[in-house]
């Protein structure tokens, strides 16, 4: 099976975020192992909680 890792920049990312991570998540298909990564700087809104 094939690993796919997807980094994901994020910085006050909160209105964006949980439907970009919905939209990875979506389109994994099914023989393909997925890795999500989000680097977040420091942000002060409500963004780490929601990832």
Do not use: H
Not at 2 to 21: A, D, H
Request: negative net charge.
């Amino acid at each position: 099976m094939t690993t796919v890792s997807v980094g994901i920049p994020s910085y006050n990312e909160e209105s964006n975020i949980k439907r970009i991570l919905e939209k990875v998540i979506l389109s994994n298909l099914n023989s393909i192992d997925l890795v999500e990564i989000i680097i977040s700087d420091d942000s002060t809104d409500d963004t780490p909680n929601i990832v």
